[in-house]
């Protein structure tokens, strides 16, 4: 079992940056596909992007690709998303997801993930 807890969003001006962390806690981090999603309040939940938890491919959604970049630190038990270039409709909560060895062809499908954090606000003002 993974337990995932969020932290870094806040509020950011149109063309600034965040960096958002996922701390999970568990032994087997190393074996995780990890995601990150996002709802905007009426929207349904969306993918952002994701890495597999062997080649560290990732995958990002139309609008995150070259802005939004992904990492893990399997050492720290910790994973990333560094958005730069925000703009207003990145308006969010943003949460980070878990699904033991999941393969990418079915990275953005949300009801394939196990574990989900408790989600962080993500502000970009215009």
């Known amino acids: 079992q993974v337990q995932l807890v969020e932290s870094g969003g806040g509020l950011a001006q149109a063309g600034g940056s965040l960096r958002l962390s996922c701390a999970a806690a568990?032994?087997?981090?190393?074996?995780?596909?990890m995601a990150w999603f996002r709802q905007a309040p009426g929207k349904a939940r969306e993918f952002v992007a994701a890495?597999?938890?062997?080649?560290?491919?990732?995958d990002y959604g139309d609008f995150a690709a070259g802005r939004f970049t992904t990492s893990r630190d399997n050492a720290k038990n910790t994973f990333y998303l560094q958005m730069d270039r925000l703009k207003p409709e990145d308006t969010a909560v943003y949460y980070c997801?878990?699904?033991?060895?999941?393969?990418?062809?079915?990275?953005?499908?949300?009801?394939?993930?196990?574990?989900w954090g408790q989600g962080t606000q993500v502000t970009v003002s215009s």
């Open positions: 568990g032994r087997t981090f190393n074996q995780y596909t």
């Open positions: 997801a878990g699904k033991a060895r999941l393969r990418a062809a079915i990275f953005k499908n949300v009801e394939h993930y196990d574990y």
């Open positions: 890495i597999s938890y062997n080649t560290g491919y990732t």
